[in-house]
């Protein structure tokens, strides 16, 4: 859990930073997040070192439509912040361990059906409040529960769901990042932050896994799941836990 306290205090530190930077201090904190992903990376297995350096580009390269392209949502200095390609990774990371901790594994099953109880009351209520409905929530929330019901790691997604909903609740209230009201092209509602973003990081999860399969380095067999539709371990979090970063 070294790895998990470090990442926290360092990303709460960084966007609180950055809500007040200016251009080279926010350039300068980009360049703090990849020494610090360096670093950790480094201690990881090398499996895992290229199942989060695939994540990380499958992330950026959402992240360039998202903001920069589509513009669902915009960064202050309305650009793709040095710091963030970083973070995706080390969040994975977090993840990926958090996942794999036996006190969850044994109780995988409680834990996705409360963390999914809690993602439908959060759709519901923003397809309720004002102004507009979050009908962005109402998608997002509709894919997280494919990942839950018949993806092969719900408690993987489960855990970067709520990791994710914490994270987007703290960038988006110093302002570090927000979200348009309105999809642009969609002419969609969506809140700021939207219920149930952490569902792409299900997405991306399923997507990395596929790209390091065809790349012929495939991850650790998974253990035979506790459920039809639940898995007690995260293939790629087997390494040694890293020291402190």
Same mark, same amino acid.
């Given at each position: #859990?070294?790895l998990?306290?470090?990442?926290? %205090?360092f990303?709460?530190?960084i966007?609180?930073?950055d809500?007040? %930077?200016t251009?080279?201090?926010?350039?300068? &904190?980009g360049?703090a997040?990849?020494?610090f992903? /360096?670093?950790? &990376? *480094?201690l990881? $297995?090398?499996?895992?070192r290229?199942q989060?350096l695939?994540?990380?580009c499958?992330?950026?390269?959402?992240?360039?439509?998202?903001?920069?392209?589509?513009?669902?949502?915009?960064?202050?200095?309305e650009?793709?912040?040095?710091?963030?390609p970083a @973070?995706? @990774?080390?969040f994975?990371? +977090?993840?990926?361990r958090?996942?794999?901790?036996?006190?969850?594994a044994?109780? !995988?099953?409680?834990?996705?059906?409360?963390v999914?109880?809690?993602?439908t009351?959060? #759709?519901?209520?923003?397809?309720?409040r004002?102004?507009l409905p979050?009908?962005?929530?109402?998608?997002v929330?509709?894919?997280?529960?494919?990942?839950?019901?018949r @993806?092969?790691?719900?408690?993987?997604?489960?855990v !970067?769901?709520? #990791?994710?909903?914490g994270?987007?609740?703290?960038?988006?209230?110093?302002?570090?990042?927000?979200?348009?009201?309105?999809?642009?092209g &969609?002419? &969609? $509602?969506?809140?700021?932050?939207p219920? +149930?973003?952490?569902?792409g990081?299900? %997405?991306?999860? /399923?997507?990395?896994? *596929?790209?390091?399969?065809?790349l012929?380095?495939?991850?650790?067999?998974?253990p035979a799941?506790? !459920?039809?539709r %639940?898995?007690?371990?995260? $293939?790629?979090a !087997?390494?040694?836990?890293?020291?402190?970063?």
């Open positions: #859990m070294v998990v306290a470090a990442f926290t %205090a990303a709460a530190v966007l609180a930073l809500s007040r %930077a251009p080279l201090e926010h350039t300068a &904190l360049v997040a990849w020494a992903f /360096a670093v950790v &990376l *480094r990881q $297995p090398r499996d895992v290229i989060v695939v994540l990380v499958v992330a950026t390269a959402l992240e360039v439509i998202g903001s920069i392209v589509w513009r669902a949502y915009t960064y202050r200095f650009d793709l912040p040095l710091f963030v @973070g995706h @990774g080390l994975y990371l +977090c993840a990926l958090v996942a794999s901790l036996p006190a969850l044994e109780r !995988s099953r409680p834990i996705v059906i409360a999914t109880a809690a993602a009351l959060w #759709m519901a209520a923003g397809l309720v004002p102004p979050d009908l962005l929530g109402l998608v929330w509709a894919i997280f529960l494919r990942f839950i019901l @993806g092969r790691y719900p408690l993987l997604y489960a !970067s769901f709520v #990791m994710t909903a994270l987007e609740a703290y960038g988006t209230a110093f302002g570090v990042w927000r979200w348009a009201p309105v999809l642009p &969609l002419m &969609l $509602p969506a809140g700021n932050p219920a +149930c973003i952490g569902a990081y299900a %997405a991306m999860d /399923a997507l990395t896994r *596929r790209i390091v399969a065809r012929g380095r495939r991850p650790e067999p998974a799941p506790t !459920s039809p %639940a898995t007690t371990a995260v $293939p790629a !087997s390494g040694a836990e890293p020291g402190p970063r």
